[in-house]
C-alpha cells in the first residue's frame, strides 16, 4: 500500500529515461524540419549544444565539420544521462564571448540558448561576427504558449509535491520562497531571480522577432510543434497545430 501511494506521489514526474524520451522525440522533429536549411559538408557551430545531440545529427546525416560550446558541456539535453556527447569535442564558454575568429563558420546552430543568456544583444553580435558572409544562422526559442503549458504542468502535477515539502520546511529561512512557488513557479530563464510571469511576456514571437531582426535578416520563421514539458506527465503528444507551437525557429543571413 505504502510503496503504490509512493508510486502515485511521484508519477507526475518523468523518470530519466522518460525525460529522454520525450526529449529525442522533441529535438527528432524539430531538427527534421530544420535540417534541409544546412548544406552538406558545411562547417557546423552549435551554441548551447549541451550533450552535442545535433553535433552528431549534422555529423552523421549531412557530414559536417562539426564544434560544440556550452557553458556547462553534457548538463543538459538529449543525452545528458547516457553520455551521447562522450566522443564529441565540446568547449566551455558562453555565446556572449565566443572563442572563434571572424566568419568561421557556414552554419551556427543556436536552440534554446537565447532565453538564457545575460545579454541577448550582445550574443547575436557575437553569433553575426563568426558566421561567414552567405552562412546561415538557425535559432530557436521557446515561445509563450510553452511557458503556459509548463505553467498548467508545475500547478497541476507537482502542486501535491511543493505542499509537503513546504510544510517540511515550516522553520527554515527560505519558507516564504517555497510557499510562493506553490502558486507562482520561477522563470525558466532565470531562476530565482525572476518569475514566470518573466517567460510569458518575453518568451512572445512577435518580441523574439523583433530582437533577432535588430541584428540578422530574417529570412523564414518555423512554428514547428506543439509539444508537452518533457520533464512532466504527457498529456498530449507532440503535433502541429493551428493553436501555436511550443517553439519558433528563425532562419537568418548576415
Not at 17 to 44: A, C, H, M
Not at 221 to 226: A, E, G, I, Q, S
Request: charged share 25%.
Amino acid at each position: 500500500m505504502i510503496s503504490a501511494l509512493k508510486r502515485w506521489f511521484w508519477s507526475p514526474i518523468s523518470s530519466k529515461e522518460k525525460v529522454e524520451k520525450y526529449q529525442t522525440i522533441i529535438r527528432d522533429s524539430e531538427w527534421n524540419d530544420l535540417k534541409e536549411f544546412i548544406p552538406r559538408g558545411s562547417s557546423f557551430l552549435d551554441i548551447g549544444c549541451g550533450a552535442g545531440y545535433n553535433l552528431l545529427k549534422a555529423r552523421e546525416e549531412l557530414n559536417c565539420t562539426v564544434t560544440g560550446i556550452d557553458p556547462s558541456p553534457g548538463s543538459h539535453g538529449v543525452g545528458r544521462f547516457s553520455g551521447t556527447g562522450v566522443e564529441l569535442e565540446i568547449l566551455q564558454g558562453s555565446a556572449e564571448n565566443l572563442p572563434f575568429e571572424e566568419n568561421s563558420f557556414d552554419v551556427i546552430f543556436c536552440s534554446h540558448v537565447l532565453e538564457h543568456v545575460t545579454d541577448e544583444d550582445k550574443s547575436l553580435e557575437e553569433i553575426k561576427r563568426v558566421l561567414k558572409g552567405g552562412g546561415v544562422l538557425i535559432i530557436g526559442m521557446p515561445t509563450a504558449l510553452m511557458s503556459w503549458i509548463s505553467y498548467f504542468s508545475i500547478m497541476t502535477f507537482t502542486t501535491h509535491i511543493q505542499v509537503l515539502f513546504f510544510f517540511k520546511s515550516l522553520f527554515k529561512k527560505d519558507v516564504l520562497t517555497r510557499f510562493r512557488r506553490i502558486f507562482i513557479p520561477d522563470s525558466h530563464s532565470k531562476p530565482r531571480a525572476t518569475l514566470i510571469w518573466y517567460d510569458l511576456i518575453m518568451y512572445r514571437v512577435r518580441r523574439w522577432n523583433k530582437v533577432v531582426g535588430r541584428h540578422l535578416t530574417i529570412q523564414k520563421k518555423l512554428k514547428p510543434f506543439l509539444y508537452p514539458y518533457p520533464d512532466y506527465y504527457q498529456f498530449f503528444k507532440i503535433k502541429r497545430s493551428k493553436l501555436g507551437s511550443s517553439s519558433v525557429f528563425f532562419i537568418c543571413k548576415k
